[in-house]
């Protein structure tokens, strides 16, 4: 029997708390684009979500937004999303146990605070281990590339999952600014790299792990993750 929304658990989406690239001072933060058109697709189903980020609090924009985009800006023109998303939770205070599935957004932020966050890989650990689903798009596998299992295992390895793609980084010119190529460390560890062509809409799902490469696949991996919460 498929579920009912109001059965489940909500969805923690994450969203990055850093507002630089690294030594460049050039700003970044999260994709508006990553959280608004996934959110749309849940929320349309009834499902609930909440924010948080590694700090908390209000979350750094990565300044690329397209504010004509109609799900962006009815969004940004919501007061309770606004609300949510300048109240983040602080990563460290979440009980991972209150949540069905995580959701990580891109932004190039991310590859500075996700990889190496402990309450990060804490709330994958244990979202994974109750049986969960762990998911990400463009940069927010991030947080996958050294996230394991409750049983030590690399939690990508032998995974089917798709990430902003070496040639798409190539192309907005970020090579030589990022600290390490998403795509490379993944399959560096054990992952099955699904890329496409730069900017295809491109959404992977194995079993519980649900990840989509860029931001024209945000808004069908938020239809993934729907299908495959209420199944």
Request: aromatic share 6%; proline share 6%.
């Amino acid at each position: 029997m498929p579920k009912q929304a109001s059965e489940l658990k909500p969805i923690l989406f994450v969203v990055s708390s850093n507002a630089v690239k690294g030594a460049t001072g050039i700003p970044t933060g999260y994709n508006l684009a990553e959280v608004t058109h996934p959110l749309e697709k849940l929320q349309a189903a009834g499902i609930r979500v909440e924010f948080a980020s590694p700090l908390g609090g209000d979350a750094p924009l990565d300044g690329l937004e397209d504010m004509n985009d109609p799900v962006i800006a009815r969004y940004w023109a919501d007061t309770g999303f606004r609300h949510a998303i300048s109240h983040t939770l602080r990563l460290d205070d979440v009980d991972p146990a209150r949540y069905a599935a995580i959701f990580f957004a891109g932004g190039h932020g991310t590859m500075w605070d996700f990889p190496d966050n402990p309450a990060a890989q804490k709330a994958i650990r244990e979202i994974d281990a109750a049986g969960g689903i762990v998911s990400a798009v463009c940069h927010g596998p991030a947080a996958l590339v050294n996230a394991r299992r409750a049983d030590g295992s690399l939690l990508v390895a032998g995974k089917k999952l798709a990430a902003f793609t070496n040639g798409e980084e190539e192309e907005v010119q970020s090579t030589h600014v990022v600290p390490f190529l998403l795509a490379s460390a993944l399959i560096e560890r054990g992952a099955l790299h699904q890329g496409a062509a730069n900017w295809a809409d491109n959404v992977v799902v194995d079993g519980r792990l649900i990840t989509g490469q860029n931001p024209q696949s945000a808004a069908r991996l938020g239809e993934a993750l729907r299908d495959a919460l209420l199944a």
